[in-house]
């Protein structure tokens, strides 16, 4: 019972704390990089992604493009953009795990190297509140009701999520336990037989030599 208190609370934290996966990196010409997000099943999902101008003042260099793939964890393509540098992507989860964003640059000689801009937010994170707001002091009121009550429904989301993997964890742990229970009847069965087996080869071998 402590332990899912525990995981409630820290689940509680993880959604109420900043889970926004935003980034800014490196990328070698030829090269790719993939960035994985757990994403539960039902759950709204959006990124965008922009390579950096090295220099404001001129437009992008034409060996500045990138491809990018996003894939379910059974390898469902949701989203795919060759030679572009600069996009968008938006998917509603079907199941639970690892989704995979891959960003590629195009392969140029002589090697340039890339900055890449990435954002992505899942759940309730996907809402850009700050759009939402406003000025006067009953539409901020209603914004905060919104927007706590989305989280409210994250976390009771959330609560299911982690409920359902306690009782198929517990599931799993009776099913070992019974093959456990199995193998160990199994084997002291094999034990035994073998000493049987041993006990009247000797008295076999005995009787023969008329020892006993």
């Known amino acids: 019972m402590d332990l899912r208190r525990s995981s409630i609370v820290l689940l509680i934290l993880s959604i109420l704390s900043p889970t926004t996966l935003s980034m800014r990196y490196e990328l070698l010409s030829g090269h790719t990089k993939c960035i994985a997000e757990e994403i539960h099943a039902n759950a709204m999902s959006v990124g965008k992604y922009s390579i950096v101008n090295p220099n404001d003042?001129?437009?992008l260099p034409d060996s500045?493009?990138?491809t990018v793939r996003v894939t379910s964890p059974q390898?469902?393509?949701y989203h795919e953009a060759d030679g572009v540098s600069t996009g968008q992507f938006s998917l509603t989860a079907v199941e639970t795990g690892d989704y995979i964003t891959c960003i590629s640059a195009v392969d140029h000689k002589p090697e340039t190297m890339l900055t890449i801009d990435f954002d992505w937010r899942s759940g309730v994170h996907t809402k850009d509140w700050s759009n939402v707001a406003k000025k006067s002091?009953?539409?901020?009121?209603?914004?905060e009701v919104k927007k706590l009550f989305d989280t409210v429904?994250?976390?009771?989301?959330?609560?299911f999520y982690l409920r359902d993997r306690e009782e198929e964890m517990q599931e799993l742990n009776r099913?070992?336990?019974?093959?456990?229970?199995?193998?160990?009847?199994?084997s002291l069965?094999?034990?035994l037989s073998v000493a049987g087996l041993q006990f009247w080869h000797?008295?076999?071998?005995?009787?023969?030599?008329?020892?006993?």
Not at 137 to 143: K, L, S
Not at 153 to 159: G, K, Q, R
């Open 57 to 59: 003042d001129h437009p």
């Open 64 to 66: 500045h493009k990138i």
């Open 75 to 77: 390898g469902t393509a």
């Open 137 to 143: 002091q009953v539409e901020m009121m209603e914004f």
């Open 153 to 159: 429904t994250s976390i009771h989301d959330e609560m």
């Open 175 to 186: 099913a070992t336990n019974t093959k456990m229970a199995w193998f160990s009847f199994l």
């Open 189 to 191: 069965g094999v034990c």
């Open 202 to 212: 000797l008295k076999t071998f005995f009787q023969k030599k008329k020892l006993i």
